[in-house]
């Protein structure tokens, strides 16, 4: 049964930091496979960070460039998610999402985020 789980979500102030991390278990998605994305009330889910189905390379939405960093650790099969500077329009649910193949077909239960301004 393949499972993504993630982990590292709390409550803090504008402009401190949070990691979150995706563990994979199950199988394995390789290096383009773990994504993230999030999901505020009354929005729609939106992808924040992750790497093209192609080359590997980094990807972020507009709204988090320069403030998060999301990186893999190919041995332990999870991907992480460094949040620097949050905003609180920052605040939401975030999920980690896995594929094998370009759409992505398998998401976990989501970790709160919330930033107090």
């Known amino acids: 049964q393949v499972r993504l789980v993630e982990s590292g979500g709390g409550t803090v102030q504008a402009g401190d930091s949070l990691r979150l991390s995706c563990a994979a278990s199950?199988?394995?998605?390789?290096?383009?496979?773990i994504a993230w994305f999030r999901q505020a009330p009354g929005k729609e889910r939106e992808f924040v960070a992750g790497?093209?189905?192609?080359?590997?390379?980094?990807i972020y939405a507009d709204s988090v460039k320069g403030r998060f960093t999301i990186a893999r650790d190919n041995a332990k099969n999870t991907v992480n998610l460094q949040m620097n500077s949050l905003k609180p329009e920052d605040t939401a649910v975030y999920y980690c999402?896995?594929?094998?193949?370009?759409?992505?077909?398998?998401w976990g239960q989501g970790t709160q985020v919330t930033v107090s301004s």
């Open positions: 999402a896995g594929r094998v193949a370009p759409t992505y077909t398998y």
């Open positions: 199950g199988r394995t998605f390789g290096s383009y496979g």
């Open positions: 790497f093209t189905w192609t080359t590997g390379s980094t």
